[in-house]
């Protein structure tokens, strides 16, 4: 290949490792032969010789819900593009034995780091027992737990929602809460909570639900037939589809009647009737912010305390979008 390219093999090295000392005219013309030879880099052959896998290993939640499934594409997306690869373990829950379990698998791999998607209340434990010599971060984990942290700052993003219902002018927001054993849910009840304590609104009890739009819906049964419930925060946008459902059926209409926003920004969220004002989550953030903080303790050879948090931002879409006088007669 370096004879054909017409440059020596150390740089044909440095084209395949995206090595910055290399001309980017050298660079094109490497690439050209490659592409032309069709070469695909021996990545078992490399992994023998610098006795470096180039691998990450994720432990990520069993599931299809939204916000996991795009926290762990945001870090296979970062990896990527940082050079390395992800190998991937799926558990049903987050605690010890399942994640011990795990990790062996992926340190068997010879992974280099770890990132654990932890988002419940009992990850501290399940994280207390990891290999001390292996960089670590919790995703989504407890903020004052011992391993480095990535998470979306989910306090800040209920406030936002909730302050922006109360500043429609609406007297109290309800709320539609996520499972209590769920860090994101407990963080989006505080948020909520604080926002309306400092502005003096009343704080009624929240509804549980379990992030489906099913609980969404059985929830907003029971609010649509609340007059006060004019201004509604539900902890993400599948449960918020359910309430809109449940409002409709009742004959309240959003957001004349009743304002409502969710937490996520799903793709859908912008297509529901009506379209549908929430919380984004910035995963891409996440994942970069993963996998620097994994790369940073492979350079530095040692396991760091730091504590990264994403800022969310806030969506105004039409269910918010309504005046917070008398609900519309009809």
Request: proline share 6%.
């Amino acid at each position: 290949m370096a004879r054909f390219a017409g440059v020596s093999h150390q740089t044909v090295s440095r084209v395949l490792n995206n090595h910055p000392n290399v001309r980017e005219l050298t660079r094109a013309r490497v690439q050209a032969v490659i592409d032309q030879l069709g070469y695909r880099p021996n990545t078992a052959a490399r992994a023998l010789a610098s006795g470096k896998s180039k691998t990450l290993g994720v432990v990520a939640l069993d599931s299809t819900l939204f916000g996991p499934a795009s926290t762990l594409w945001g870090i296979e997306r970062a990896a990527r593009r940082a050079g390395y690869f992800v190998s991937v373990v799926s558990v049903r829950s987050i605690d010890r034995q399942s994640v011990r379990e795990a990790v062996r698998r992926l340190t068997d791999q010879s992974v280099e780091g770890l990132a654990v998607i932890a988002p419940f209340t009992s990850a501290p434990d399940a994280l207390a027992k990891l290999p001390t010599g292996m960089p670590v971060v919790a995703v989504e984990g407890d903020p004052e737990g011992d391993v480095p942290v990535v998470t979306v700052d989910q306090v800040e993003g209920a406030r936002l929602a909730t302050e922006h219902l109360l500043s429609a002018g609406y007297a109290t927001v309800f709320h539609i809460a996520g499972p209590p054993d769920w860090q994101e849910a407990r963080g989006r009840v505080s948020g909520w909570r604080s926002a309306l304590e400092q502005a003096g609104a009343e704080v009624t009890p929240p509804l549980a639900g379990n992030w489906s739009a099913r609980s969404g819906y059985e929830a907003g049964q029971v609010l649509a037939q609340i007059p006060d419930a004019r201004a509604i925060f539900a902890a993400n946008d599948h449960m918020a589809l359910g309430l809109l459902r449940a409002l409709y059926e009742r004959g309240r209409r959003v957001p004349e009647d009743v304002a409502v926003v969710g937490f996520d920004d799903t793709p859908e969220s912008g297509y529901y009737i009506p379209p549908l004002t929430t919380v984004r989550q910035d995963f891409a953030g996440v994942g970069r912010a993963v996998v620097q903080l994994l790369v940073d303790q492979l350079a530095n050879g040692a396991r760091t305390e730091d504590r990264v948090v994403i800022k969310p931002k806030l969506i105004c879409r039409r269910s918010s979008m309504a005046d917070a006088g008398p609900p519309t007669a009809h």
